[in-house]
């Protein structure tokens, strides 16, 4: 099992920036890509980011790309995401999300689900 804690969020004002972290624990989460995913209110769980488990490769919804970049540090058994400019539509629940082999947008890919952290920004 893998457990996945969030933090890093509150609230902020347009344009404005947030480092989300997610520390994992419990069995490792190497050779598992890591991703970061967003619900809204009344609206689907959507995804952001994600990274290989090597770091080197990167995948972003085009609603954040240029401005959000996510990372990892396996020592640390750590993701961030770097958030910049931020807009009131970033607003909603962001989770981390691990056990994928693969680089992918798709939620059932990720078996492994941290509670999220709420983003607010504020106009």
């Known amino acids: 099992q893998v457990q996945l804690v969030e933090s890093g969020g509150g609230l902020v004002q347009a344009g404005g920036s947030l480092r989300l972290s997610c520390a994992a624990s419990g069995r490792t989460f190497n050779f598992y890509a890591m991703a970061w995913f967003r619900q809204a209110p009344g609206k689907e769980r959507e995804f952001v980011a994600a990274?290989?488990?090597?770091?080197?490769?990167?995948y972003y919804a085009d609603s954040v790309k240029g401005r959000f970049t996510i990372s990892r540090d396996n020592a640390k058994n750590t993701v961030y995401l770097q958030m910049n400019s931020l807009k009131p539509e970033d607003t909603a629940v962001y989770y981390c999300?691990?056990?994928?082999?693969?680089?992918?947008?798709?939620?059932?890919?990720?078996?492994?689900w941290g509670q999220g952290t709420q983003v607010t920004v504020s106009s």
């Open positions: 999300a691990t056990g994928s082999r693969v680089l992918t947008e798709r939620r059932s890919n990720y078996a492994y």
């Open positions: 990274v290989s488990w090597q770091g080197d490769s990167t």
